[in-house]
């Protein structure tokens, strides 16, 4: 059973950046597509970014060209690079495959506010 942690949030300004780390416990080589996810306040988890294991890689429009997710399988991580952050990018983000969903992590809140 794959566990993730995720890690790298914080506090930023607008036009700030982060990045986020997703280290899983079992390995990720197996796992095709793995994912970046955030919810906001009152909204339902989303899927913002995905990348397989064979690089093709696919952004929810409200993050293309601003963010860039990553992932290394020989340290079984999945990285997620934000830039130009907006405040409504902020969210509680969490990694996890795409199919099939394993157990949530306890996320890492992104708040950017000036």
């Known amino acids: 059973q794959v566990q993730l942690v995720e890690s790298g949030g914080g506090l930023v300004q607008p036009g700030g950046s982060l990045r986020l780390s997703c280290a899983a416990s079992g390995t990720i080589f197996n796992i095709n597509v793995m994912g970046w996810y955030r919810q906001a306040p009152g909204k339902q988890r989303e899927l913002v970014a995905s990348i397989s294991r064979i690089g093709i890689i696919n952004y929810d429009n409200s993050v293309k060209g601003r963010f860039t997710i990553s992932r290394a399988d020989a340290k079984n991580t999945v990285d997620l690079q934000m830039n130009s952050l907006k405040p409504d990018d902020t969210a509680v983000y969490y990694c996890?495959?795409?199919?099939?969903?394993?157990?949530w992590g306890q996320g890492t809140q992104v708040t950017v506010s000036s």
């Open positions: 996890n495959s795409v199919s099939p969903i394993y157990p």
